[in-house]
């Protein structure tokens, strides 16, 4: 005769804590943002998260919709998909930088509050179908430069 061992919890998007910060929340014009992304498991059962071949990357924008930089821009990404199990009470933390330069290499205006965006593409649930995607933001602020002072 087989026991049954009762019903196995379904683990997914809703057992995951996203938070993304900065270390600061003011910036002086051209000092590097430094920024965090914290992905944990906070579920009885592990998960997937799919990475996608490329590594983990921020977006830096303003308030208007203009994306100003990706961190990924300009890098290769593998052919194939990446999956990182995420076991209970684990976390997946991204650290990212910022120069505050543009696609071109051109300062960014100061005086401006801009938001840093993250997230994975997709999770994968303990019972093998995906959740959809987990994203976060954080917002900061760059200061006007200083007049001779």
């Given at each position: 005769?087989?026991?049954?061992?009762?019903?196995?919890?379904?683990?997914?998007?809703?057992?995951?804590?996203?938070?993304?910060?900065?270390?600061?929340?003011?910036?002086?014009?051209?000092?590097?943002?430094?920024?965090?992304?914290?992905?944990?498991?906070?579920?009885?059962?592990?998960?997937?998260?799919?990475l996608?071949?490329?590594?983990?990357?921020?977006?830096?924008s303003?308030?208007?919709?203009?994306?100003?930089?990706?961190?990924?821009?300009?890098?290769?990404?593998?052919?194939?998909?990446?999956?990182?199990?995420?076991?209970?009470?684990?976390?997946?933390?991204?650290?990212?930088?910022?120069?505050?330069?543009?696609?071109?290499?051109?300062?960014?205006?100061?005086?401006?509050?801009?938001?840093?965006?993250?997230?994975?593409?997709?999770?994968?649930a303990?019972?093998?179908?995906?959740?959809?995607?987990?994203?976060?933001?954080?917002?900061?602020?760059?200061?006007?430069?200083?007049?001779?002072?």
């Amino acid at each position: 005769m087989q026991h049954s061992q009762g019903i196995q919890k379904r683990a997914g998007i809703r057992d995951l804590t996203f938070i993304i910060r900065t270390n600061k929340i003011e910036y002086a014009p051209a000092e590097t943002v430094h920024v965090i992304a914290n992905l944990t498991n906070t579920g009885e059962v592990a998960v997937t998260i799919i990475l996608g071949g490329c590594a983990p990357a921020a977006l830096f924008s303003d308030p208007y919709g203009t994306i100003w930089f990706d961190t990924a821009s300009g890098k290769s990404c593998l052919n194939g998909i990446v999956e990182a199990p995420l076991e209970p009470g684990h976390s997946l933390v991204v650290s990212y930088e910022w120069d505050q330069r543009d696609y071109h290499g051109n300062p960014v205006p100061s005086s401006e509050a801009y938001q840093a965006q993250a997230g994975s593409r997709f999770v994968k649930a303990s019972d093998g179908q995906l959740d959809g995607g987990l994203s976060g933001e954080t917002w900061f602020f760059i200061r006007s430069a200083s007049n001779g002072s």
